[in-house]
């Protein structure tokens, strides 16, 4: 199963080569990239399950001895990010073919969106520091590419914020793994926990420090999270859906790969602190918003606290608990920008103080919001509860009593602006259909059934099936809840456990 | 690390992050420039024994091949990143004939609340 790794980032990588080079088709194209980002997903479905059986497979590049060589390294833990993420990243693919005028209109998203799938892979997979920078800049690159496609006014504007930011968190983090490298001689993940531990402590501290920067920005924790809320709503909404689920959740997963296995023993009193007022400042950012774009984005910022809390909490319990929520917050985040981009189809824009009344429309796109909606609130049934409950357990469990108290008071919040959404959008009189300035065919198309409910949907079909899938799976998530569980339990064992890493990588 | 060597990468750093300071796009674009060589002095001076070739078998000492290395992936994705940027400059000049930086859209959506929900 091992020689299937390479194949998870070369695929994306020659689909997008070969993408650019039918440049002219957009069918090829399409077929391309549907079956790069279904292969990928097949391939991350099948690993999961043989990694789950016979533990973390490596793959050593080139054949060279593998504490030399570039390793890509499958455990647990990154082969249940990678399927998640690949099963989003496909989800979305078909969601922007399905908006059949907007956003798929460059030539230049089919070759972007597939470096960024090769470089999720790459950074799941990546085995070393420095290649870990490697597919972070490969999807950052990717990614500004998709945020700036159309080259728009507010797309360029925002774009240089996100874009400048983001090259200049590249510098801390190569900065980071250039003293690492200093000061220990390697870069493998598997040989950095026995030398860093021999550095110094306040060495040490200086290095985590320096990726904590590195990745907290990527992640958008407290005081580095200003660039996300205003770059996300400039992109396209199939764009900002992959960015909002997937791309600050690599940020974490690579904190929580440096935290657990290169910085064991650091003490994350700070680290919580930071998680409380991420969750809080994203939160009051939300309230004050009128667009619903943006209000998901701060809500991203809040979720991120919640796992942040995870990490700073640390043992094995939190860290299952944080993957858990990262398992859960990713659909469910992909989820409600996809019902946002039905929603702005329709209406033309997402300021809630010109959409009304959606819901008597139609109530099955209400029911698509309200679900993820609650679900991010983490009210009872929902994969959020479940999710919220193992993250504040962990706190009651360790009686870091204040946290807990910013948690529940924080996911309140969260519910009280996913009511102002759900008043201001679907609540209310139907506003008379306003002509949407993107797309006069969407308009010129629901003229005609304005009466019947379901309209809404059934003028968008694909995209709908799409949203209605991803959001089965947020209930699915919480239905399988137990196995999903204990397999985040596996997964965080092997996330934690430096010796048997080391073993695995090196034999 | 010798020390012109590390005057060098600390005044490139400098003049760098005073540059990203700025409001017009060239000239971050010009300090992000300045502070990526100075990011890649920095990795290069990780490795030990300036002056020797990078080869393993030779008679005598070698120079660790693994930062040289690093660096060069380094200088690419640096390079490939300030062409975008400049590209990016090159787009906001033709749209509006500036390159500044503006002010953070969403203070502005918030400021401009009161004229959206009127009109």
Redesign the interface.
Known sequence: MSSLLPLLIAMPLLGAALSLAFIRSRPVQRVISLTCAGATTAISIALLIDVDRNGTEVSSLGGWRSDIAINLVADRFATLMLTISSTMLLAVLVYAMGQRTDDERSRFYHPAYLALIGGVCGAFLAGDLFNLFVWFEVLLIASYVLLTLEGTDGQIRSGTTYVVLNVIESFVLVTGVALIFAATGTLNMAMLPERLAELPDGVRLGLNLLLLIAFGLKAAVFPLYSWLPDSYPAAPSPVSAVFAGLLTKIGVYAIIRTQTLLFPDTNRELLLVIAGLTMVVGVVGAIAQSDMKRILSFHIVSQIGYMIMGVALGGVAAISATIFYMVHHIPVKTSLFLVEGIVEKEAGTSSLSKVSGLARRSGPLAALFLIPAFSLAGLPPFSGFLGKLAVVTEGIDQESWWIVAVALAVSLMTLISMLKIWTGAFWGAPSPTPVPQSVGAAAADDAGDDGEGDGVLRNHGLMAAVTTGVVTLTLAIAVFAGPLYRFCERAAIDATDLRAYAEAVLP | MSVEQAILIGVLAASGTYL?MHRT?TR?ILG?GL??NA?NL??L???DGPGEPPIIGREGDFT?P??QA?VL??IV?GF??IS??LA?AY??WT??GNDD??D???DR??AD?PD??TT
């Open positions: 990203v796009l971050i992000l502070l990526g990011v920095l990795i001076s990780s490795g660790d693994v930062p690093l992936t380094a994705i490939g990143v975008f940027l990016m787009r906001a749209i509006d930086a503006e953070d859209i969403t959506r918030l609340q959206e929900e």
